[in-house]
């Protein structure tokens, strides 16, 4: 788990030094913070290296309408909704993307079959790219998140059917 304290005077000590980036490893986990543009800005810049995360799995009633273009998810059918699908689930405010670069492919679509540990996602927060992973294999039902749009904690991203 990563202080936040110490991720906040990371960032400060940045922001008022001379460095452009920092990167710090501990354990498992990378850190980067860069006053370069992220690779999501208009302006292009460096790659940051994503910090994986674990989602939130849930059955919460909450639904948000898919509005992904040109794609259009299918409604799910009622018994699926209910019962079967599991719902990926936001792990912190941040902003969603579906693919690593605007001008890349989306991670996943709907319709994909997925395995435990496949990239689904991309959330920013604080100029951090973290991948969301899946944490049960299936098949994606549901995207419930337009690119580029902000989200929540524990807001449903994807809705999957397991095997």
Known sequence: M???????QLIETVESSGIDTIEISRWATK?????????????????????????QLGNSGATNVPAQAPEK??????????????EVTSPMVGTFYRAPAPDADPYVQVGDRVSVGQTLCILEAMKLMNELEAEVAGTIKEICVDNAEPVEYGQALFRILPD
């Open 2 to 8: 990563i202080d936040l304290k110490f991720l906040k």
């Open 31 to 55: 850190i980067r913070i860069s006053k370069s543009p992220t690779l999501f800005s208009s302006g292009g810049g460096a790659n940051p290296t994503p910090v994986h995360i674990a989602p």
């Open 73 to 86: 998810t299918e409604p799910v059918a009622p018994a699926e909704k209910a019962a079967d699908l599991t």
